[in-house]
């Protein structure tokens, strides 16, 4: 019974890429591209420096709105959205975990996290202990600047605000780049283990094929299409 509920909810699709196409500077970065994300699934996208994994998150952050194809987030076509129709999609739906962090240094991790969830407009009044759950459940420790936190624990702060909001879709672009092999490889075990733990789906780009790996299903975006990625061959 239980395994049939959970089965239930891992096949919902948070995110459907259908014959994407675009162009920057004159080159084909996309071209007919597809991609299908259930909650619960992660999925690895490998390829070279400048193969235009960035340029693929910020298309379904809607960022970026590509020449051709559709964008469906949580049942949303976002690619017909108006600007700040997508927006607020984007602050619902969606969370991000970039590669440096980003947080406000001045700011401590708490104040990192619940900071997301106010410019969500998703502030409850259990905001604070929501946030300092999250940062307990991931190891943060409490600090009063998240400039004193090491490289890992940004990193983990950073996931905080990321799921604060309880995204459907987590994006993550190249988030272990910045560190050492060990924190490296932590990361990328808590990274995994979220999208059974929060019933979010996951796209992480990198350009690691150690960290793809870890992946429900790992894709090398080639040609402007994404291939399943042969084991040994991602990069
Ligand atoms: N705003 C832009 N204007 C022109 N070219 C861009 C722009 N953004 C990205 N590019 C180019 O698009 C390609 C893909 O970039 P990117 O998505 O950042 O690749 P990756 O993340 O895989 O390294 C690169 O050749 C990059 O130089
Ligand atoms: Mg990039």
Redesign the pocket.
């Known amino acids: 019974m239980r395994a049939a509920q959970d089965t239930a909810a891992d096949t919902r699709t948070v995110l459907e890429v259908t014959g994407l196409g675009h162009r920057?500077?004159g080159?084909t970065?996309f071209d007919g591209l597809h991609l299908s994300l259930c909650a619960g699934e992660s999925i690895a996208v490998t390829?070279p420096?400048?193969?235009?994994?960035?340029?693929?998150l910020s298309c379904v952050l809607g960022l970026i709105a590509p020449d051709k194809g559709t964008i469906t987030v949580t049942g949303t076509e976002t690619t017909r959205l108006r600007t700040s129709q997508r927006a607020r999609l984007r602050a619902q739906s969606i969370g991000m975990v970039f590669q440096f962090g980003e947080l406000l240094p001045e700011l401590s991790p708490l104040d990192n996290v619940v900071l997301a969830a106010l410019l969500a407009r998703r502030s409850r009044h259990d905001v604070r202990d929501r946030a300092q759950r999250l940062l307990d459940d991931l190891g943060v420790p409490r600090a009063a600047t998240s400039q004193e936190l090491s490289g890992g624990e940004r990193q983990r702060t950073a996931v905080a605000r990321a799921l604060i909001n309880e995204p459907a879709l987590l994006l993550a672009d190249e988030p272990t780049g910045a560190l050492d092999t060990e924190t490296r490889d932590r990361t990328a075990q808590l990274l995994f283990d979220l999208p059974r733990q929060y019933s979010c789906g996951l796209l992480l780009?990198t350009h690691d094929p150690g960290i793809a790996a870890r992946a429900d299903r790992t894709l090398h975006l080639t040609a402007g299409t994404l291939e399943p990625a042969i084991a040994g061959e991602a990069r």
């Open positions: 920057i500077g080159r970065l390829g420096s400048g193969s235009g994994k960035s340029t693929l780009v």
